[in-house]
């Protein structure tokens, strides 16, 4: 029974491509988290959402954005794909803001941008 | 500016040793600290949380230590197994709303265990 799923695991699209990520939790959590993991392994947020709703926006290209349909699902919508994007991006969940240290991660995907 | 730190960036050592990864955070004020591993290809699993009043945590052959006046915490793995291979990544949860009080994370410790 996976807690945090994230689809696909691996995209290889070229540049000016748009592609999106999809991310699932089936543990009830409130928040969920999108990350950033570069070359260097630093995990850098990206964006979090609590209940459906936007509550962390960092210092992203607008060419990303995120949606939560519903408070199981974060996915991310990437347009016009440059090569710097090129990184694993990991979904995460925790039971709510107050318990954000308690985060799940995805299993990750990998995004080569050509 | 709240960072996390840790030391040494990669280690190499043989099966059956110990080893203890060090962690350094200027995160202020301080919520809780918490020690993840990361195998290759997957997501970071977390391994022990301490708080402000916790010197000590032992998960099997992990054991975390914190020492909240000098702001160092270190992951002491015993009898090391090729299992033990990944990263650990030392994370830092400062006190404060869900936007203010973000995590922090470290930019990870590579292990290699050698047989």
């Known amino acids: 029974d996976t807690a945090v799923s994230q689809t696909p695991k691996y995209l290889v699209t070229q540049m000016g491509n748009d592609k999106s990520i999809k991310c699932e939790q089936n543990l009830g959590h409130d928040t969920m988290y999108w990350y950033k993991q570069d070359s260097k392994k630093f995990l850098k947020i990206m964006f979090s959402y609590n209940n459906k709703e936007l509550i962390i926006n960092e210092t992203v290209p607008n060419r990303f954005s995120p949606k939560s349909p519903d408070k199981a699902h974060l996915n991310l919508h990437i347009n016009s794909l440059e090569l710097g994007d090129s990184a694993v991006y990991f979904c995460a969940s925790s039971p709510g803001t107050q318990r954000r240290y308690e985060q799940y991660f995805g299993p990750g995907t990998r995004l080569t941008v050509t | 500016k709240n960072q996390v730190e840790q030391s040494p960036q990669s280690l190499i050592i043989l099966e059956g040793k110990n080893c203890t990864l060090q962690c350094n955070y200027t995160v202020s004020p301080f919520s809780n600290l918490r020690w993840y591993k990361q195998d290759t290809g997957r997501g970071p699993v977390s391994l022990t949380i301490?708080?402000?009043?916790?010197n000590t945590k032992s998960n099997g052959r992990y054991t975390a230590t914190l020492d909240a006046d000098t702001k160092q915490s270190s992951l002491h793995i015993t009898a090391s197994q090729l299992s033990d291979s990944a990263s650990y990544i030392c994370?830092?949860?400062?006190?404060?709303?869900?936007?203010?009080?973000?995590?922090?994370f470290g930019q990870g410790t590579t292990l290699q265990v050698k047989p």
């Open positions: 301490m708080t402000f009043s916790e």
């Open positions: 994370v830092v949860s400062g006190q404060g709303s869900s936007n203010t009080g973000k995590l922090i």
